[in-house]
């Protein structure tokens, strides 16, 4: 089955800096990465979501790349803002026929400091 | 359209017990997953229902059951509860299950076994 490791598991960056998080996959059959962001005490909001027929998606100052050939993904978050500040979920798709199961990294916590 | 929506939000019972949680689904998703939620594990998948069948399942222990109704609304049960089911079990919808597609998560249920 899929297996999603997610680096680092926590990042410290001053506001108006950039943040970087890379996660790697290890079944070649997942085509959905989605990235989710969860304050504390709150639901995983969905942030931004790439598909395998892409290399590259961005939303204002949030970016998504996909290497399909390493089998790795990462966020870039630019101009961050202390609003920012949360853990990241990575995901990928359990691929099998119609079955819909994520398969998650274990997250990252960032701290934007003002 | 109204998220998903879970009750109850926080629950504490005791070793031995059952404890029955639910999840409604935005309205027209056919899908809902269930995933457990710990500081250690991070997100684990627990089973996926699609028009009242499981399709899918994670690896958990028996005790953890669950079902899926005519209005795609969904229980999941865990019976004789020990202390590392304290969790956060969260809920997710997406419109017809497909690999690829976005699940939107519930707020949770906090569940403390004591």
């Known amino acids: 089955g899929e297996n999603v490791e997610q680096h680092p598991s926590t990042l410290s960056v001053q506001e108006g800096d950039s943040a970087v998080i890379k996660c790697t996959y290890s079944d070649s059959a997942s085509n959905y990465f989605p990235w989710y962001k969860q304050e504390l005490g709150k639901r995983p909001q969905l942030i931004i979501d790439i598909r395998s027929n892409v290399g590259e998606k961005k939303d204002q100052r949030i970016a998504v790349t996909l290497n399909k050939t390493a089998k790795h993904f990462s966020l870039h978050i630019t101009e961050t803002q202390p609003e920012d500040s949360a853990v990241y979920f990575c995901a990928a798709n359990n691929y099998g026929g119609s079955q819909g199961n994520l398969i998650f990294g274990k997250g990252t916590k960032l701290s934007v400091k003002p | 359209k109204a998220g998903v929506t879970q009750t109850p939000r926080y629950l504490i019972k005791t070793r031995g017990q059952q404890v029955t949680l639910s999840c409604s689904p935005i309205s027209g998703h056919r899908s809902v997953s269930w995933y457990q939620q710990t500081p250690g594990q991070g997100l684990q998948f627990l089973f996926e229902?699609?028009?009242?069948?499981?399709?899918n399942k994670g690896n958990f222990p028996g005790r953890f059951s669950g079902r899926q109704f005519s209005n795609s609304r969904s229980e999941m049960n865990v019976s004789t509860l020990e202390l590392g089911d304290s969790a956060l079990y969260l809920c997710?919808?997406?419109?017809?299950?497909?690999?690829?597609?976005?699940?939107?998560f519930g707020p949770g249920t906090r569940l403390l076994v004591l």
């Open positions: 997710a919808s997406s419109l017809g299950g497909l690999a690829e597609e976005t699940q939107y």
């Open positions: 229902y699609f028009s009242e069948t499981q399709r």
